[in-house]
């Protein structure tokens, strides 16, 4: 009770009380301590393992392959010469490693194209994650993506697929037509 009371009968005082102590905080002016920009403080990501990315996904362990895919997206730009490994890995037989690698090849672009194949195949996954996720790598590669129309056509009209599915179908159609 008597806590309150202090602090209802200073409340006011408050703002005054915190501008005078901010009046005497802080360090001392020097002409000696120099800013560092940001650019200088960052030091550059070391480069991706490739090698242990593909000695991963060759592996046994699926939380293996799924963690070393995890690592590649984590990356700011992917190796292209990856892309192999990851069509793949859309074949693999843990939903998450085919949805991560499907997730991968979006970030490809146009880039993904030798992976084409695998990713209609993909189109055609018992899994909806997987299929929403290849249709829209599809749509990353744009016209590209050309041979992947008329599974794209089905997967956009099916009452039986997701609606991401469904979206990202459509979607990968009109970047095929240069909507």
């Known amino acids: 009770m008597r806590w309150v009371c202090v602090c209802v009968c200073v409340a006011p005082l408050c703002p005054l009380l915190a501008f005078?102590?901010?009046?005497?905080?802080?360090?001392?002016?020097?002409?000696?301590?120099?800013p560092v920009s940001d650019e200088a403080?960052?030091?550059p990501p070391p480069p991706f393992d490739v090698a242990g990315f593909e000695a991963a996904m060759a592996g046994p362990d699926a939380?293996?392959?799924t963690a070393a895919l995890d690592g590649l997206l984590s990356v700011s730009e992917p190796p292209a010469t990856t892309i192999p490994t990851l069509a793949s890995a859309l074949a693999d037989e843990n939903r998450w490693v085919r949805d991560r690698a499907a997730q991968a090849l979006a970030r490809f672009g146009p880039a993904a194209a030798p992976a084409l194949p695998a990713l209609v195949r993909a189109l055609r996954d018992p899994d909806g994650f997987v299929r929403w996720r290849a249709a829209k790598a599809l749509a990353s590669m744009g016209p590209a993506a050309e041979p992947a129309r008329e599974e794209l056509e089905v997967m956009a009209a099916s009452a039986d697929e997701t609606e991401l599915g469904r979206h990202w179908s459509a979607r990968a159609l009109e970047k095929i037509r240069g909507e």
Request: net charge neutral; charged share 30%.
């Open 20 to 34: 005078l102590l901010l009046l005497g905080c802080g360090p001392p002016a020097s002409d000696e301590v120099q």
């Open 63 to 65: 939380r293996a392959r």
């Open 41 to 43: 403080q960052r030091e």
